[in-house]
């Protein structure tokens, strides 16, 4: 079994920051890639970044600039530095990651049960 567990999230005010932190752990032969995505009040989930094996990255256009997605590859675990946070940024942000368990079977999609961000006065 694999399990995604977040942390980090909180109350901020606009123009502050914050740090997520996921850790995966379990039965893990290779991790692919891993990313973290949001879920704001009344919206559909989106990417808001993903880091690659390779450690290139992608970010949603809302967030570049602002936020920095790493990886300890040592500890099977991704960041999210979130600066200038603004109200639009309050979501719960769960983490997502492609995970090989076996060589006989293809990687598998694993979520993190998510961590509530607000930014608000």
């Known amino acids: 079994q694999v399990q995604l567990v977040e942390s980090g999230g909180g109350l901020v005010q606009p123009g502050g920051s914050l740090r997520l932190s996921c850790a995966a752990s379990?039965?893990?032969?290779?991790?692919?890639?891993m990313a973290w995505y949001r879920q704001g009040p009344g919206k559909t989930r989106e990417l808001v970044a993903r880091?690659?094996?390779?450690?290139?990255?992608d970010y949603a256009e809302s967030v570049e600039g602002r936020f920095t997605i790493s990886r300890d590859f040592a500890l099977n675990t991704v960041y999210l530095q979130m600066n200038s946070l603004k109200p639009e940024d309050t979501a719960v942000y769960y983490c997502?990651?492609?995970?090989?368990?076996?060589?006989?079977?293809?990687?598998?999609?694993?979520w993190g049960q998510g961590t509530l961000v607000t930014v608000s006065e």
């Open positions: 997502n990651s492609e995970i090989r368990r076996s060589w006989m079977r293809p990687p598998d999609d694993y």
């Open positions: 880091i690659y094996s390779d450690s290139s990255t």
């Open positions: 379990g039965s893990i032969i290779s991790i692919i890639d």
